[in-house]
Nanobody
Framework: QMQLAESGGGLVQPGGSMRLSCSVS?????????IGWIRQAPGKAREAVAC????????VYSDSVQGRFTISRDSTRNVIYLQMFDLTPSDTGIYYC???????????????????WGQGTQVTVSS
């Protein structure tokens, strides 16, 4: 069982940056869990934007955020981050921290369905 809680959303101007945080209160050891960020924009399909790589692979990003977003973790505090740069209005949406037992791909061409979801945090990019 994973318990996830996002924070850090809000309003930002185009071209700005923002960092989202996901506090993982359970489990304490994330070595065998898959974790990523999914966003839901109004009128658009859900998009898995950033995930930790599995099986020794590099982290995975959707084409729309590649080079602008970075997923990272602070293992000592059990916090997952999504650093976002050069934001545009198309980045507006609700961002969810998601997870699943075992090491599976939550991003990419054939992503597995997350089992655990945070409550989501709204990101609005607007002038």
């Amino acid at each position: 069982q994973m318990q996830l809680a996002e924070s850090g959303g809000g309003l930002v101007q185009p071209g700005g940056s923002m960092r989202l945080s996901c506090s993982v209160s359970s489990p304490l050891n994330l070595d065998y869990y898959s974790i990523g960020w999914i966003r839901q924009a109004p009128g658009k399909a859900r998009e898995a934007v950033a995930c930790f790589g599995t099986g020794g692979r590099t982290n995975v990003y959707s084409d729309s955020v590649q080079g602008r977003f970075t997923i990272s973790r602070d293992s000592t505090r059990n916090v997952i981050y999504l650093q976002m740069f050069d934001l545009t209005p198309s980045d507006t949406g609700i961002y969810y921290c998601v997870g699943r037992d075992y090491l599976v791909d939550l991003c990419g061409d054939s992503p597995s369905e997350p089992r655990y979801w945070g409550q989501g945090t709204q990101v609005t990019v607007s002038s």
